[in-house]
């Protein structure tokens, strides 16, 4: 199960394409806060435009998504807030065309669009953008104001073996 779905049949799309905007619900920010491990979830909206990619079945995805997410921070576990705001570009190709795809020895560049399959005739955006949602987020929250530190002062715990290791000689 998904935790964010807003699908859109491809049938209905051509050159022209169609702007898409959607608001996420309540049940779908919910799931989301639980998979991400976060402490909120607010404003979170999607903008895309979509659009068949000339004659080809390929539908291209260009779009925007924000949101204000509440996290931990992970030094204080003090909630942090961030603002994002991120876009994104997609082309889904038919599932014949996709395992072609694969099969080709494809260079990768970080400025290139991602390719994703289509299932049936519809492309699930919700998904999509959850996936965005997940990368955006940074793994690694901190308050701009605290500073991870290390106290070398403290000596650390030897462990069981070393009554163990200071006989062995003794013997």
């Known amino acids: 199960m998904r935790e964010m779905s807003h699908i859109i049949e491809t049938a209905e799309i051509d ?3 169609r702007q898409v905007d959607f608001t996420v619900d309540e049940s779908e920010r919910q799931a989301l806060m639980t998979r991400l491990d976060l402490l909120d ?4 909206t999607v903008a895309a435009d979509i659009r ?22 992970v030094v204080t576990l003090d909630p942090v807030e961030t603002a994002i705001d991120e876009g994104f570009e997609v082309r889904y190709l038919p599932m014949a065309d996709w395992e072609e795809h694969l099969r080709r020895d494809v260079e ?4 290139d669009e991602d390719v994703e ?4 005739s519809a492309i699930d955006l919700g ?8 990368l955006a987020i940074d793994p690694y929250p901190r308050r701009p104001d ?16 070393s009554a163990l290791a200071k006989l062995r000689n003794k013997v």
């Open 127 to 134: 998904a999509t953008v959850a996936e965005y949602l997940a």
């Open 15 to 17: 050159t022209d394409g």
């Open 117 to 120: 399959p289509m299932t049936g």
């Open 52 to 73: 068949r990619d000339g004659d080809s079945p390929a539908i291209l995805v260009q779009g925007r998504f924000r949101a204000n997410v509440t996290q931990k921070c």
């Open 41 to 44: 979830l607010r404003n979170f």
């Open 108 to 111: 990768v560049s970080p400025d």
């Open 146 to 161: 605290v500073e991870f530190r290390f106290d070398n002062d403290v000596e650390a715990d030897p462990g069981p073996f």
